[in-house]
């Protein structure tokens, strides 16, 4: 397996560099990574649904629409994001919530998953996901929130609708609304404490070992242009974060 610390912030570039690994790699990938402030929405979903524009305005807080369907999510970074691809067309999610559960389950955290995949302390949401299929190719990545400004995240997911226009609310019953759920933080939880970046380097690790055949891979010079050219082509641009996506179609299948 591949495995990938990747050190860039930026949602855009984060975003983006998901669709062009998905692209580029056919051996099984496994990718920890982490944004500044954002909100990410699902493909489907309607952004003035999920997210309180001016409130996000005002914090600087950037909003990207990524490719793979389900709900709105918070980044910061006291959020770490894991990304895995592989290529057999196994769409058994439940073994990737199992194995980050089991992660946890190794510094004292005892976590509940539910249908979704989403894990849970104490009836309080920790981590949640979201997957991509097209042909063989298997996309599926997860949040964890470790310590998260959770005042920031329940603020920037607050969705306020402005005034539709007329062929919007012809549309507005297609958006996928994201499942809200009370969230607490990891590191709340730790019978000992540890920084975040003890713990993203722990997980890392535990990825990395998982596959006899893991290696480490960093983005190389032509790694980065082409991730760039998808954020200036797509993912930094008004008309794909901001508009209904539900009109896009395509032949990949997307679960919520």
Known sequence: MICINNTHTNPYFNIAAEEYLFRKFKEPLFMLWQDEPSV??????????????GFTGKQQIKIVRRFTGGGAVYHDKGNINLTFIRSDGNTDFS??????SQVLSGIGIKTIA??????????????????????????????????????????????????LHESEKASSMNYVRSVKSPVTNIAGHLP???????????????????????TIYSFST???ININELVHAKYSTTEWNMR?????????????
């Open 114 to 163: 539910d249908r979704r995949n989403s894990l849970y302390i104490d009836m309080k949401k920790i981590s949640g996901s979201a997957q991509y299929v097209r042909g063989d190719k298997v996309l599926f990545h997860a949040t964890l929130l470790f310590s998260s400004d959770l005042y920031q995240l329940q603020s920037a997911l607050k969705g306020k609708i402005p005034h």
């Open 222 to 224: 032509d790694d980065i």
């Open 192 to 214: 000992v404490p540890m920084t975040i970046d003890e713990f993203k380097k722990l997980v890392f690790n535990y990825f990395l070992d998982l596959d006899k055949a893991g």
């Open 95 to 100: 073994f990737y919530t199992k194995e980050i």
């Open 40 to 53: 990410v929405i699902g493909r489907h979903q309607n952004v003035y649904d999920e997210s309180d524009i």
């Open 244 to 256: 209904a996506q539900s009109y896009i179609k395509d032949f990949s299948r997307t679960f919520c």
